[in-house]
């Protein structure tokens, strides 16, 4: 029997957890986080507990209640005695947006993670550089344990001792099998690099999983090429994600360095920005400006991080030692970056371990540099980093370009008017919006299922799919999946 079972993403965009099933073999497609439910009864200040296991998540359905899929540390702390071996075979990660990787953390280490080097390299990045959100993606670090110490007493284990490395496979564009399963994995463009859709040879025929995809990047041609062996594969299913089923609009990252590199060759001082931390193709866009216009774009030390990775991976990307990049170094703790009134041991104390292998590197930059010298920056700021504003003080005739999605919840709208306030404090607003999604429009992913002709298709993240049945001709069943329902191939 061949079955698929969705546990997420289900009319809501994101919270991928699908688990196909193909005789004794159990693959999960995605496993990540309902951002749109978790907000529903979390917030930054109410958590799920951790002493609580994963029982807090699935009081909610964040998580579904299975055996031999969770960690066996939370599951004996909760007095539930895990299985001796996974009941799953395997998590094919489309790409590493928590939508779809979050939940990595409750599941066991010793169930494969199949993805691209980079959606690991972006995990290692997540999971060194996170202060708060899910980690442990790459790393477990066992809880709740306790060992004899030499005194005769009792202590928690702590440190590097509790760490165990979950199992992954790199399967950058290529074949392989899980038991008797072969998998076709096949790069697609989207707003993160690494992103994978794939082909799973079933008993019943081929099921293709698209993740999230876009035809516009500088990757495009990889989802056209995805396209093209999807059709020839002759597929039996397909999984689609329809994101923007109900959006006509076209728009590009070509658009997107055009009109940038418009409004930044007519500012006389310092160009503001905020796109998203981990978006590789943003970067290089406005990293391309930046070298049409003689500028430095200034990055943040997640993003330095990051890019060391991909440079050590051999993943294109903007190398940190490029003489258009800066990192920034904010004043953190004490605030005494580069005073010397006080050591160096004293100065670095207020930064992280991983950040203070870039405080000697040639190519950092403050706030003090970047306020002297406003014309030659491009400074991405984010929501956290918008205070590095009082520093800089950015004079007149100086712009923000804002280059995020549109607010698409309540908690979104209420940041974006804190911001909006900070702007016009410092003479920023009004400001440009310049965006182009991660995502198909409705006539791309019509053009998709027309050009690849599944028997049947299973939209997902999405809150449209009834949406899907428009767009396909009466040859192809519309599958309206129903959350925790198990559907038979």
């Not at 957890?17 to 907000?39: C, H, P, R, V």
């Not at 076709?184 to 993740?211: D, F, M, N, Q, R």
């Not at 950040?355 to 706030?367: G, K, M, Q, S, Y």
Request: proline share 4%; charged share 30%.
């Amino acid at each position: 029997m061949t079955s698929l079972t969705f546990y997420g993403g289900v009319n809501e965009v994101g919270g991928n957890k699908i688990l196909l099933e193909d005789q004794d073999t159990k693959i999960f497609l995605d496993f990540g986080m309902s951002f749109s439910l978790a907000n529903k009864y979390f917030d930054e200040f109410l958590q799920p507990r951790k002493c609580n296991g994963v029982f807090d998540l699935m009081e909610f359905d964040l998580l579904p209640d299975l055996k031999g899929l969770y960690r066996c540390d939370y599951m004996e702390h909760c007095n539930c005695k895990p299985e001796e071996k996974p009941n799953y075979d395997a998590v094919l990660l489309s790409h590493a947006h928590m939508d779809h990787s979050a939940y990595i953390h409750y599941l066991r280490e010793d169930i494969p993670i199949y993805c691209t080097q980079a959606s690991e390299d972006i995990l290692h990045a997540l999971d060194e550089t996170s202060s708060t959100g899910t980690t442990e993606l790459i790393w477990l670090r066992e809880s709740f344990k306790f060992y004899k110490n030499k005194n005769g007493g009792y202590s928690r284990l702590k440190g590097e001792k509790t760490k165990k490395e979950r199992v992954y496979n790199i399967i950058d564009g290529k074949k392989f099998r899980i038991n008797d399963v072969e998998v076709e994995a096949l790069p697609v463009s989207h707003s993160l690099e690494g992103a994978t859709a794939y082909i799973i040879h079933t008993t019943k025929g081929p099921i293709v999983y698209t993740g999230d995809f876009r035809f516009h990047g500088y990757k495009g041609n990889f989802t056209r090429e995805f396209v093209k062996r999807a059709a020839n594969a002759e597929p039996l299913a397909l999984i689609i994600e329809g994101t923007r089923i109900n959006e006509v609009e076209k728009d590009s990252e070509e658009d997107v360095k055009r009109r940038v590199l418009e409004v930044v060759e007519r500012t006389e001082n310092l160009v503001v920005v905020n796109f998203p931390i981990r978006d590789t193709d943003r970067m290089i866009s406005f990293h391309e400006v930046a070298k049409a216009t003689d500028r430095a774009l200034v990055i943040n030390l997640r993003q330095a991080y990051l890019l060391k990775l991909f440079e050590e991976s051999g993943i294109p990307a903007p190398r940190i030692d490029d003489e258009h990049i800066r990192i920034y170094i904010p004043r953190k703790g004490w605030g005494v970056f580069r005073d010397e009134r006080f050591p160096k041991k004293i100065q670095y104390e207020d930064y992280d371990r991983w950040e203070r292998e870039f405080l000697e590197h040639p190519n950092i930059v403050t706030a003090k540099e970047i306020k002297k010298a406003q014309e030659s920056f491009i400074f991405r700021c984010d929501f956290f980093e918008i205070k590095e504003l009082i520093d800089i003080r950015p004079e007149k005739g100086s712009v923000y370009i804002r280059s995020v999605c549109e607010p698409f919840d309540i908690e979104m709208e209420i940041d974006l008017k804190k911001v909006e306030n900070w702007l016009k404090h410092f003479g920023l607003y009004p400001y440009f919006q310049i965006h182009a999604s991660g995502h198909l429009n409705r006539d791309d992913l019509k053009y998709v299922i027309e050009e690849i002709q599944p028997k049947m298709i299973f939209p997902i993240h999405t809150e449209h799919p009834e949406m899907f049945e428009d767009i396909v001709d009466g040859s192809i069943d519309v599958n309206i999946v129903e959350k925790n329902e198990k559907y038979e191939i």
